[in-house]
């Protein structure tokens, strides 16, 4: 099969690929100027999905008979799947607004549910693409939008499910959408590059407990990875064994992410051991306040310490420091291509 052509939505140049690269465990905050680029993002994800599978989940802030023409324009037997149970269109009032006021507690509640029921019927994942229009209103509730954007990062690392949060740039002032988008681990915005990735994953394991990190962890998804990391605790407990943090596939951290990884640490009871923690992270997490010691054959070539360097770290006073932390600039790593750090490789 040849590979698709770049195709152009109003002179933005929109890798064909993108979608694909998506898969269950990511949360992208998608923005868009136009019509054209939702409904691009709504049919890829939809034909992704009915090719691997997944159960097909749209919260449309459109009339249902617009989607559906949408799609079918996208080449898929949009009625068929619907009747089959596997895609499911639903209004955002249904999905965000129910009692016609934003309950985030419910909504993360009804993922849940979703994902019990998609897996009770076969399906090798779930995705849900959410458009975000009604939040540009006054609604009541939707001042906790954000906090609810950053906490059901927890349901999704489960690594079952993906979501898609469409936000009309048009519609949401630049600074609140900034803050949107912290809350997501990735942003896919009109302008990304072709070759786009997902910058940051957070995954939740259960052999060894605990989670992996992957990609990028910077300001731009600071909520997202900070309210995952704050309840360790709760997702984890009754383990009695130390929770793993698997860094080895973090290429870039910064110094407030090393802080974030030294709370989460000193808030696990049982302790915590980092697997795969590259020498300039590790001094990110001293200056931090704690003392992280590795073990096992040591630093390898371009800092990477490779999958068998575990560092352990127990439990201790998050407030405790035995110097100046570094500041919000400093980043654990070299620099690389764009003046963008790349060392934790």
Same mark, same amino acid.
Not at 160 to 183: G, I, K, N, T, V
């Given at each position: 099969m040849s590979r698709p052509a770049v195709t152009v939505v109003k002179g933005v140049c929109m890798d064909p690929y993108v979608i694909e690269r998506l898969r269950p465990g990511d949360h992208v905050c998608v923005t868009y100027d136009d019509d054209e680029q939702r409904r691009a993002a709504l049919v890829g994800s939809a034909r992704a999905g009915v090719r691997h599978h997944h159960r097909l989940i749209y919260f449309a802030g459109w009339p249902r008979e617009t989607v559906l023409a949408d799609l079918e324009a996208g080449g898929l037997d949009a009625r068929g799947l619907l009747d089959a149970g596997q895609v499911q269109v639903r209004s955002s009032a249904e999905g965000y607004l129910p009692g016609g006021r934003f309950e985030p507690e419910a909504v993360i509640g009804c993922w849940s549910r979703e994902i019990a029921t998609a897996r009770d019927r076969g399906y090798a994942g779930l995705r849900v693409i959410g458009d975000m229009t009604w939040a540009a209103g006054r609604v009541p509730g939707g001042e906790r939008l954000e906090w609810y954007e950053a906490e059901v990062n927890r349901v999704f +690392?489960?690594? %079952?499910?993906?979501? *898609?949060?469409? %936000?009309? #740039?048009? *519609?949401?002032?630049?600074? #609140? *959408?900034?803050? *949107? =988008?912290? +809350?997501?681990? =990735?942003t896919f915005t009109p302008n990304a590059p072709i070759g786009w990735r997902p910058l940051l994953r957070i995954l939740r394991t259960d052999d060894p407990p605990g989670v992996r990190l992957a990609g990028e962890a910077d300001a731009s998804n600071r909520a997202a990875l900070a309210a995952t990391l704050a309840v360790l605790p709760d997702d984890f407990a009754g383990v009695e064994v130390p929770l793993t943090l698997d860094v080895e596939r973090l290429r870039f951290a910064d110094a407030a992410a090393a802080r974030l990884l030294v709370r989460a640490a000193g808030s696990v009871p049982g302790g915590v051991r980092f697997v795969g923690c590259s020498p300039p992270l590790v001094r990110l997490m001293k200056l931090a306040g704690h003392d992280l010691r590795l073990v096992g054959r040591g630093a390898g070539p371009q800092g990477h310490s490779g999958n068998r360097d575990i560092g352990h770290m127990n439990p201790g006073p998050v407030g405790s420091r035995r110097g100046a932390g570094p500041d919000a600039g400093e980043a654990a790593g070299g620099t690389g291509g764009e003046g963008r750090p790349e060392a934790l490789r």
């Open positions: +690392a489960g690594g %079952y499910a993906m979501a *898609l949060c469409q %936000y009309d #740039r048009r *519609l949401f002032a630049p600074e #609140r *959408l900034a803050c *949107l =988008s912290a +809350a997501h681990p =990735s």
